[in-house]
């Protein structure tokens, strides 16, 4: 067991409580790379919006793969094993038991068109950066053949997004299911869909019976009996958990459960997550760690209209009768429910609670845009994107050479030039370094990127997470009174543009003109005289204010106090038709 004394050690408070906005993504930015950083970056929470924990009152939690991490690849590999079976056990071919799970080529965020029975990498506008048929990567041409633009609009009729770690198993075996079809000499392959003698598979049915199958293992089949028989096989268990829930009350702020799981399996997960003695070794209750919990929660329904609250019986696991009016006792489970309802009975406001999960959809988008929580994403996948971050530094160095090759090739050059330079060996060079890259994340390349590409998942990140790390635990870095702080969001002419770089235009030198304001004017001298007035002479119809005065200072927003929740609202009211599903 480890004591007080011991987390204390191992967990370091910030020099002085100040605050450094721990994230490093605007490397040109000179400020930032001036900064050091006093936490290491496994342990780091990243920054996407200001958030000031001072002001959280409320920390809720998802559990599947948020609180309860599974251990990969075994977890996907018995998901991978159930599905392949119950494939089978519905008229799929017996040879689909051939296959194992192979971790290196599913990447979360993949779209599925259901059309062409396509697996899609794209960016976050929607153009397509990967695509892959089966095991077969297309050439661009082809890609292009398929889709007009290589661009895919986001409508959930055609695509399906596999937008969680438990979508991991049916990616893959959409892959295998479709190579095997398209291989063997027996079928014949459509664009549509697979021919089989007087039968036709449409590549929409093949993705209907996978997702069944998945919903099956998940509600019916053997998922969950399997891993509560395998509890350390399957889950991380981290004695720090204890440690962080109890910290959070004793700072004063409450405990919230929400799952999607139901209560004999929640149970059986936290009583594992929580199995530590207690300080004076006596054993707890995992549920005297919470202020509230809720199961079967259904996210995201439970962030709209949800389901009736009711108070489970925890001897018999049935929910009691009619809905539960309130107040919430400790010690109860609850399921059902909806965040209106939860939130009137822990006396909670949007901007009180700070939502800790892994579903983009289900936990971070719903949340934030219906409730306007603040979101923690946890990206269990960070660890091995930052490790390659580090251990292929040198790839890295090698495309900034290039990059800077490529720009010296067009240095002196202007419009009055006739040939244009040979890059031809520089691009090679950049693509070749580009898919060494890929490749060191997995077969499908990085969840965040492809190149210099960013992802539709790492926009959705960018969005709708306000911070984001691989684990919650990583809370236990930073006191309860940190402001997170947002890296200062860059247009490329700030991003590029040396503070130090001359602006004065020599005299013999053309320029673009100055529209807004020239510099004879200075606004930003301390005591601005005020515009003089006059009266008009018959004394009447004088105009008031002959020009506006500058601004007290206080009127400015400042990161520290901004909210940023209230710009997000308008921003959150555009797209947001990404694939709900109802897994945890
Ligand atoms: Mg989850």
């Known amino acids: 067991m480890m004591s007080q004394t011991e987390v204390t050690k191992t967990f370091p408070h910030p020099e002085n409580g100040v605050c450094n906005g721990d994230n490093g993504a605007s490397a040109l930015f000179e400020a930032n790379q001036s900064k050091i950083f006093k936490r290491e970056p496994r342990n780091r929470i990243f920054v996407n919006r200001s958030l000031h924990l001072q002001k959280i009152k409320f920390y809720g939690f998802d559990m599947d793969y948020t609180l309860a991490v599974y251990k990969s690849p075994a977890y996907e590999s018995m998901g991978f094993d159930l599905l392949k079976e119950r ?12 296959f194992d799970y192979d971790a290196t080529f599913p990447v979360r965020g993949l779209w599925f068109d259901k059309v062409y029975g396509n697996l899609l990498k ?13 095991f077969r990567f297309l050439k661009r041409m082809e890609i292009a053949e398929l889709y007009p633009n290589k661009f895919m609009q986001l409508d959930d009729s055609r695509l399906y997004v596999l937008n969680t770690l438990f979508n991991l198993p049916e990616t893959y075996m ?16 459509k664009k549509e869909g697979i021919d089989c003698g007087d039968i036709f598979m449409s590549y929409k049915s093949i993705f209907q019976d996978v997702r069944a199958a998945v919903d099956w293992a998940h509600l019916n089949g053997d998922l969950k009996s399997e891993t509560v028989k395998n509890l350390e096989k399957y889950v991380h268990r981290d004695e720090r958990l204890p440690v962080l829930l109890d910290r959070l009350r004793t700072h004063g702020a409450k405990t919230v459960l929400i799952t999607n799981s139901d209560y004999e399996y929640t149970n059986k997960i936290m009583n594992f997550l929580l199995d530590f003695p207690a300080q004076n070794h006596e054993k707890k209750d995992w549920t005297s760690y919470w202020d509230c ?26 929910s009691q009768l009619g809905h539960h009016k309130g107040p919430l006792q400790p010690g109860e489970v609850y399921s059902g429910g909806s965040c209106d309802v939860i939130s009137k009975l822990l006396g909670a ?16 988008l719903k949340s934030k845009k219906i409730r306007g929580w603040r979101t923690f994403l946890i990206i269990p996948e960070l660890m091995q994107e930052v490790r390659v971050w580090t251990e292929k530094v040198d790839l890295f160095k090698q495309v900034n050479q290039l990059e800077a090759a490529l720009s010296d090739s067009y240095k002196f050059l202007d419009s009055s030039t006739v040939e244009a330079p040979d890059i031809t060996k520089i691009k090679h060079s950049l693509r070749d370094i580009a898919y060494k890259l890929d490749m060191s994340y997995g077969l499908l390349g990085s969840l965040f990127r492809s190149g210099s590409r960013q992802t539709f998942f790492a926009a959705q990140v960018t969005r709708y997470a306000d911070i984001y790390a691989a684990s919650f635990l990583n809370l236990l870095y930073y006191p309860f009174c940190y402001m997170f702080k947002a890296p200062a969001m860059l247009m490329p002419h700030e991003a590029t543009v040396d503070h130090n770089a001359p602006h004065e235009v ?3 030198e053309p320029a673009p003109p100055v529209v807004r304001f020239n510099s004879e004017v200075d606004i930003t001298e301390e005591d601005q ?9 018959d004394g009447k119809d004088h105009v008031p204010h002959l020009r506006a005065v500058k601004p007290h200072k206080d009127i400015i927003p400042h990161d520290d106090e901004f909210d940023s929740d209230d710009s997000e609202e308008n921003a959150n009211k555009l797209d947001d038709t990404v694939s709900a599903d109802s897994v945890r």
Request: glycine fraction near 8%; aromatic fraction near 10%; include cysteine.
């Open 87 to 98: 494939l089978v056990s519905i008229g799929y071919p017996a040879a689909l038991r051939e």
């Open 349 to 364: 406001r949007g901007k009180d609670v700070l939502y800790v999960g892994d579903h983009i959809y289900g936990d971070i």
């Open 174 to 189: 959409l892959a295998c299911i479709i190579d095997y079809f398209t291989a063997k000499k027996e079928y014949k392959s």
């Open 506 to 508: 020599p005299a013999d």
């Open 529 to 537: 005289p005020s515009p003089k007035r006059r009266k008009q002479e």
């Open 293 to 318: 919990v809720v199961v079967d929660a259904r996210k995201p329904l439970f962030f709209e209209e949800g389901t009736s609250l009711r108070k489970v019986d925890r001897k018999t696991g049935a």
């Open 122 to 134: 794209v960016d976050s506008y929607g153009n397509i950066l990967v695509c892959i048929h089966g």
